[in-house]
């Protein structure tokens, strides 16, 4: 059963570094595309990230220098890596794996991490 799983969150202040992770004791990731979104109470899962399971990386433009993904699929765990934080990335972040098969959807979100960015 697919359940990412992602951890790494916790405060942080302001122009700090913060790496979290993704990762599924259950099933192998490598397959998997994985996004990054984060969420914060007043608005919906904005995208932040994507990493291919073939190595392919997307990180949407606002946050583009800052943040980076990377994974390791012999850890079977994805990361994302924050830099020079802002209190405007104060959410909860999550990560979603999903992958096509013969027409067949496999998907799932993981239970999210809380990033509080404040001095």
């Known amino acids: 059963q697919l359940q990412p799983v992602e951890s790494g969150g916790g405060l942080v202040q302001p122009g700090g570094s913060l790496t979290l992770s993704c990762t599924d004791p259950g099933t192998s990731l490598g397959i998997y595309d994985i996004d990054w979104y984060q969420q914060n109470p007043k608005g919906p899962r904005d995208l932040v990230a994507t990493i291919t399971s073939t190595g392919g990386i997307d990180v949407q433009p606002y946050r583009n220098g800052r943040f980076r993904v990377s994974r390791d699929n012999a850890k079977n765990t994805i990361f994302l890596h924050m830099n020079d934080l802002k209190p405007e990335d104060t959410a909860v972040y999550y990560c979603?794996?999903?992958?096509?098969?013969?027409?067949?959807?496999?998907?799932?979100w993981g239970f999210g991490t809380q990033v509080t960015v404040s001095s």
């Open positions: 979603f794996a999903r992958r096509l098969t013969r027409g067949v959807r496999y998907e799932s």
